[in-house]
């Protein structure tokens, strides 16, 4: 073989090896690849999130060439819930109390919300082509409704019941210790019946507030410090009750606002302290029929509902009108050997004293009309400060 054929057989080798390694054909070796898949957080409606991982998003992905043609939503919904137990999307369309030989009702299920299921897969397709490497958060869309109420007797009969007042309020920033007490307290009014004409005693139903009951400690308002004791928390409870009772136009009974002023309880003025054995909130049902209380936690808002048969009164709450403002003390400082001379350390910060009212105006369903003036006063309340006087040091003899 003369050098020119040489050259060309090692010419066309060349070619058939760079023809089979092309891309093309390794892809072809190799079968189709996988998008490269992102983790994001899938958001339910109590505010419960959950992380989505590509291993779990895979298993519901149909993919067409190398982009994901379709997400199987419903098979997703089923993975993330069985994987984590908090999170769940309630599909029930009916909610029924059935009422016990105690007279107390048990909820057997909770809000419907249905699945806006086309939206929810674009928003994840989106997700996966999204910039950035920020883990997203995605909301699962839908449409939340009060189902249908209805009281199971125990004869078998059924009443259907509708919502007689609501009352809500918000525990953003509480410590786990201070949720952990609201959800033990709430527990405790959780389908209580309320006949007519009855008084609601809210220490009556609560009990005994202690480590053993099921408390943890946390600050609550002692004198004129804000200490650690069993139970803190429980007033987020009392109040959203009362919010309920004022919004239902019940006669409050017993009430008193806290001490001074806390930010769980905005607006000022319509927040409850409770003390067992001290100090109670009481109202009376002064409608013909029964209401039953059922309490609940979305997110950071706990929401107090009275269930019944609406009598037909309007309920108008104006306010909160604040007025009589008075600055903080100066703090109480206790001077303390373990602090560097000087250097402070707050234990507590001060709180400013003020009013607040609000106008309750009540309708009847004959039109007649009751107007009240509902009054908070909050003293002012100064801060608790630790500060140093050095290490004492002992005179030579």
């Known amino acids: 073989m003369n050098t020119t054929s040489l050259f060309r057989h090692l010419v066309l080798l060349l070619l058939l090896c760079i023809t089979l390694l092309s891309p093309a054909n390794v892809q072809a070796d190799e079968g189709v690849k996988e998008p490269l898949l992102k983790s994001f957080y899938m958001e339910f ?5 959950t992380l989505v991982t590509p291993e779990i998003l895979r298993q519901t992905l149909t993919i067409d060439s190398v982009n994901i043609a379709s997400v199987d939503i419903k098979t997703l919904l089923q993975i993330v819930t069985t994987n984590d137990r908090e999170a769940h999307l309630e599909q029930k369309t009916e909610q029924k109390f ?42 699962i869309p839908g449409e939340a409704s009060t189902p249908k109420l209805t009281l199971e007797r125990l004869d078998g009969t059924t009443q259907e019941l509708s919502v007689v007042a609501h009352g809500v309020s918000d525990f953003s920033g509480s410590t786990p210790a201070r949720i952990h007490n609201i959800k033990t307290a709430l527990a405790h009014f959780q389908g209580a019946r309320i006949d007519a004409g ?77 003390y067992p054995g001290v100090i109670d909130l009481r109202f009376q049902n002064d409608l013909s029929t029964p209401v039953y209380m059922h309490l609940s936690i979305a997110g950071t808002n706990l929401h107090t509902y009275f269930y019944g048969q609406p009598d037909g009164r309007k309920v108008l ?4 009108n604040t007025y009589a403002f008075v600055g903080a003390p100066d703090p109480k ?65």
Not at 45 to 49: E, Q, S, T, Y
Not at 256 to 263: E, F, G, L, Q, T
């Open 45 to 49: 409606p109590d505010g419960h999130r």
């Open 98 to 139: 059935k009422e016990t030989t105690t007279g107390a009702l048990i909820p057997e299920h909770v809000q419907t919300f249905s699945v806006a299921y086309p939206l929810l897969e674009k928003m994840i397709l989106r997700s996966q082509t999204a910039p950035g490497k920020k883990t997203q958060v995605l909301r």
């Open 198 to 274: 009855a008084t609601f005693s809210f220490n009556t139903l609560l009990g005994e507030v202690d480590g053993s009951t099921g408390y943890m400690k946390e600050l609550v308002i002692k004198g004129d410090r804000t200490l650690p004791d069993y139970g803190g928390g429980v007033c987020q409870v009392s109040s959203t009750v009362y919010r309920a009772a004022l919004n239902a136009g019940f006669p409050i009974i017993e009430r008193k606002p806290h001490s001074y002023a806390v930010s769980y309880y905005l607006p000022w003025g319509t927040d409850a302290t409770i």
């Open 317 to 320: 709450l104006k306010g909160p």
């Open 333 to 397: 400082i206790e001077y303390v050997s373990t602090l560097a001379p000087g250097k402070r350390v707050w234990k507590e910060y001060g709180h400013n004293g003020f009013s607040a009212w609000w106008e309750r105006e009540i309708t009847t369903s004959t039109g007649s009309t009751l107007t009240e003036k509902i009054l908070s006063t909050y003293e002012p309340r100064g801060g608790f400060v630790l500060e140093g006087k050095g290490m004492e040091v002992p005179l030579p003899e």
